[in-house]
């Protein structure tokens, strides 16, 4: 069956979405209509359309005189996205089978990771290990998963987007997200979901902690 056609603002809002997910867009950062429309070649029309869907993901934010600004996440939304995401990827990963083809996206999502770190590209690094853990996702065989894993993977973007410790907060998952691959292709899923588990719990308290040092040096 045909998929519908996408119309011109959900291509524009799919834009701004990997914008964010890629760190070129950070958080509480002001979108000027003239500026996003230039760099998007679209109509302000269209920019408008696509900021009122945005908006409603909770990923863009309107302020009246100050116009949208790219969302700032709070405590609790980190707190929530990270339970979520221990409820779908643990799942996923305790179901992977060693020859799911997303098992060979994990390996190339680190190994790809493993590259940028040694040339210190400390947000590549994050893009890749995204990458990593949107692969765990594919192993449960859902397109409504993947999709709204996309949309969570760029909420948590935007928290990763406040802090200033790029490489404190990727660098200790590379070797992680290495030894999920091994035990998944040694067939100790049941092993590797429980390692998953701990490593989303590590990576909540650090995201958590950055923030509160964060918020510390600017009250």
């Known amino acids: 069956?045909?998929?519908?056609?996408?119309?011109?603002?959900?291509?524009?809002?799919?834009?701004?979405?990997?914008?964010?997910?890629?760190?070129?867009?950070?958080?509480?950062?002001?979108?000027?209509?003239?500026?996003?429309?230039?760099?998007?070649?679209?109509?302000?029309?269209?920019?408008r359309e696509a900021f009122?869907?945005?908006?409603?993901?909770?990923?863009?934010?309107?302020?009246?005189?100050?116009?949208?600004?790219v969302a700032v996440?709070?405590?609790?939304?980190?707190?929530?996205?990270y339970r979520v995401r221990r409820m779908i990827e643990v799942q996923a990963l305790r179901s992977a089978f060693p020859q799911h083809p997303a098992v060979a996206r994990m390996a190339a999502a680190v190994t790809r990771a493993q590259d940028l770190a040694a040339g210190q590209d400390w947000v590549g690094v994050g893009n890749a290990n995204m990458e990593f853990h949107a692969a765990i996702v594919d192993l449960a065989d859902s397109p409504r998963l993947n999709a709204f894993f996309e949309k969570l993977a760029t909420e948590l973007r935007l928290a990763f987007g406040l802090l200033d410790e790029p490489e404190v907060m990727h660098a200790p998952y590379v070797p992680m997200n290495g030894d999920l691959v091994a035990m998944i292709k040694r067939g100790e899923s049941e092993d590797a979901a429980l390692r998953l588990e701990q490593y989303l719990l590590q990576s909540e308290r650090a995201v958590l902690a950055a923030l509160t040092r964060l918020d510390t040096a600017h009250p």
Do not use: C, F
């Open 52 to 69: 009122r869907s945005l908006t409603n993901e909770g990923l863009v934010t309107y302020e009246a005189n100050r116009g949208v600004s």
């Open 1 to 47: 069956m045909p998929q519908p056609p996408v119309s011109l603002a959900e291509r524009v809002a799919t834009d701004i979405r990997d914008l964010i997910a890629q760190g070129a867009l950070r958080p509480g950062q002001r979108l000027s209509e003239a500026g996003m429309a230039e760099r998007l070649g679209v109509s302000r029309n269209s920019l």
């Open 73 to 81: 996440p709070s405590m609790a939304a980190v707190v929530d996205i």
